[in-house]
């Protein structure tokens, strides 16, 4: 990671919203998404409003989200790209999923605070 400033508070951003995936509170989680969010996944692509209501539901939650070593940050501008391995364990509509994926996250900067704009998950190889 380089000595910008804008690269720590992403680093630091990785490992909160991992933190808030946890918390399975969706207005924690929603806090690092800006409203036009989307997830990309094998399954397709999902808004922040779908992701959000799976929460709330408590048809999604996660017992365990963790980055695995630090993210590489790369900062253009008003717009980031952070991308990590991430180990974690979700349960949905009460089945357990363990995962291990590789995540894309596009930040762009609004004002003063950096939010998501797209992730994009694959599953790490031998998973």
């Avoid at 909160?16 to 996944?41: E, K, L, N, Q």
């Avoid at 959000?52 to 963790?66: C, K, T």
């Avoid at 991308?83 to 609004?110: K, Q």
């Avoid at 939010?115 to 790490?124: D, K, N, Q, Y």
């Amino acid at each position: 990671m380089s000595d910008d400033p804008s690269a720590a508070r992403l680093a630091a951003a990785a490992h909160d919203w991992a933190a808030a995936m946890v918390s399975d509170d969706p207005v924690r989680i929603g806090d690092f998404m800006a409203d036009d969010w989307v997830i990309v996944s094998e399954s397709g692509i999902s808004t922040r409003e779908q992701f959000l209501a799976l929460v709330e539901s408590g048809d999604l939650s996660h017992s365990a989200f963790q980055l695995v070593g630090e993210p590489r940050i790369r900062v253009h501008g008003d717009t980031a790209v952070v991308t990590a391995r991430v180990t974690n364990t979700a349960h949905y509509r009460g089945e357990r999923f363990d995962a291990d994926e590789w995540t894309t996250d596009v930040f762009v900067r609004c004002e003063d605070r950096w939010l998501c704009v797209l992730s994009h998950i694959t599953a790490a190889a031998g998973t």
